[in-house]
Structure formats: C-alpha cells, structure tokens
C-alpha cells in the first residue's frame, strides 16, 4: 500500500513529518485555521479534516483522528507508515482524577495505563508500557512553565470506555499517582515505538471527575489554542 491509504486522500509530500493529532475533526480545523499560516485541506475522507501549513516557518499538519484506540490507530498507522510522519503530538481533552488537576489545565503525558485490549493481542499478554518521547515530554514541560500554564506531566489512563459504570477504578489509578483519563494516547504511543517514530500527548482538562465540573461542548472545540500552540512550539523547539 502507498499513498493515498484508505483512511487519507493525500498525495505524497502533502503532509508534513510532525502532525498534531486532535479528536475532534473541527479542532484540526479550528487550529489549522486561526494558529497555523497557509493551511490547506489535503483529508476529507469520513470528515476526517487534516491540513498542512506553518508554525512559526515550520512546516505542520494537523489531523483528526476521531475518538478511541481503534480510530486514532487507523490514522496513526498509515500517517508513520505510508506518510514518513515522524514526530506526532495528540492534543486532547481529558478528565482529572486528582483533586490538584483542575479544569482546563493542561496535561503532559509521560506514559499511559490502558483497559484495551490491544496491546495485549499485539505482545501477546505481555504488560508493554506505553511510553511518551521524553524530549518531547521535557521540551513541552519546559515551554508550559516557561509560559506560566497550568500543567502537570505524568501519567494517565486511556480507557477504552467513555461511559464506564466501574468508577471504582479511577479511584485506583488516582491513588496510585494517575492524572487523567482519556481515550487515544496508549494507542498513539504503541505505534509511534513500533514505527520509530516520536510522541506525545498533551490534553486540556474538559471535565474535573470528582467534582463532576466540565466545559461545554463548544468550549472544548473552541478553547484549547493555549494547548495547540504549547504542541506546535513544541515541535520547533524539539526539532
């Protein structure tokens, strides 16, 4: 298989070797359209937006990849394998599950505990731990300070459920040091290791578990720029 893949209409060469990778296809397009310069749209395949354009005169993609492992997978898969991406950084939303990560402060994922049963198919019941980059951890914790955000690195949990009766579990995580929840990075990190490619997570609080506080629908489309620009200085800074 070449490019184009099922999934991605894009020619060779019309996606950049670091992506950012929101859920959302309205916030590649929200990104694409009010941080990045001289974007243009080369996915709609499943409205799938992704766009390219410049960051501070590095050259970007954004690219959305739906919700869950299985999506992200998808997208993943054929951005490292088909595209040469390299570097792939997923700005997302999360829930806390700590009292001291409030709503809409950021979340830089060091690592990610996973439910899915993916990783298990793929080594065969081996405990693989799902790992971010640390440059890339160290430069986006580095810039997050440097900018006087609200961030935390460590951490998280991609669970496979978004409605989840079992809540108990949370309370688990969260006394065994676990920051947030949320639904992709496990996946993403997976495959960036099998394809020597980098990660790395980064995901905006959306909704607070304990406290059942949460932003609007609206608010998580629209108000993670703080977080997308923290992921695409990372990119430059990183390399």
């Given at each position: 298989?070449?490019?184009?893949?099922?999934?991605l209409e894009a020619r060779e060469g019309e996606i950049a070797d670091a992506?950012?990778?929101?859920?959302?296809?309205?916030?590649?397009?929200?990104?694409?359209?009010?941080?990045?310069?001289?974007?243009?749209?080369?996915?709609?395949?499943?409205?799938?937006?992704?766009?390219?354009?410049?960051?501070?005169?590095?050259?970007?993609?954004?690219?959305?990849?739906?919700?869950?492992?299985?999506?992200?997978?998808?997208?993943?898969?054929?951005?490292?394998?088909f595209y040469g991406v390299g570097t792939a950084i997923r700005v997302g939303?999360?829930?806390?599950?700590?009292?001291?990560?409030?709503?809409?402060?950021?979340?830089?994922?060091?690592?990610?505990?996973?439910?899915?049963?993916?990783?298990?198919?793929?080594?065969?019941?081996?405990?693989?731990?799902?790992?971010?980059?640390?440059?890339?951890?160290?430069?986006?914790?580095?810039?997050?300070?440097?900018?006087?955000?609200?961030?935390?690195?460590?951490?998280?949990?991609?669970?496979?459920?978004?409605?989840?009766?079992?809540?108990?579990?949370?309370?688990?995580?969260?006394?065994?040091?676990?920051?947030?929840?949320?639904?992709?990075?496990?996946?993403?990190?997976?495959?960036?290791?099998?394809?020597?490619?980098?990660?790395?997570?980064?995901?905006?609080?959306?909704?607070?578990?304990?406290?059942?506080?949460?932003?609007?629908?609206?608010?998580?489309?629209?108000?993670?720029?703080?977080?997308?620009?923290?992921?695409?200085?990372?990119?430059?800074?990183?390399?």
């Amino acid at each position: 298989m070449s490019a184009p893949t099922p999934h991605l209409e894009a020619r060779e060469g019309e996606i950049a070797d670091a992506v950012l990778l929101p859920g959302d296809p309205l916030r590649a397009q929200f990104i694409a359209e009010e941080l990045l310069e001289g974007a243009s749209c080369y996915n709609r395949v499943r409205n799938a937006l992704g766009f390219t354009g410049t960051w501070q005169g590095r050259r970007v993609s954004v690219q959305g990849t739906g919700m869950g492992m299985p999506s992200i997978g998808i997208y993943a898969t054929e951005l490292f394998r088909f595209y040469g991406v390299g570097t792939a950084i997923r700005v997302g939303s999360c829930g806390s599950i700590q009292p001291r990560v409030g709503l809409r402060d950021v979340v830089i994922a060091l690592s990610a505990h996973t439910n899915s049963s993916m990783n298990e198919r793929r080594f065969r019941g081996v405990d693989f731990a799902p790992t971010a980059s640390f440059d890339l951890v160290a430069t986006a914790a580095r810039l997050a300070g440097e900018r006087g955000l609200a961030a935390h690195v460590g951490t998280i949990f991609s669970s496979d459920l978004f409605y989840d009766d079992d809540t108990d579990v949370f309370d688990l995580l969260a006394r065994h040091g676990t920051l947030a929840v949320e639904m992709e990075a496990a996946a993403l990190y997976t495959i960036a290791a099998a394809h020597g490619g980098k990660a790395l997570c980064i995901a905006t609080v959306s909704d607070h578990i304990p406290t059942g506080e949460l932003l609007s629908s609206e608010e998580r489309q629209n108000g993670f720029a703080a977080m997308a620009a923290l992921a695409l200085d990372t990119v430059v800074a990183a390399g």
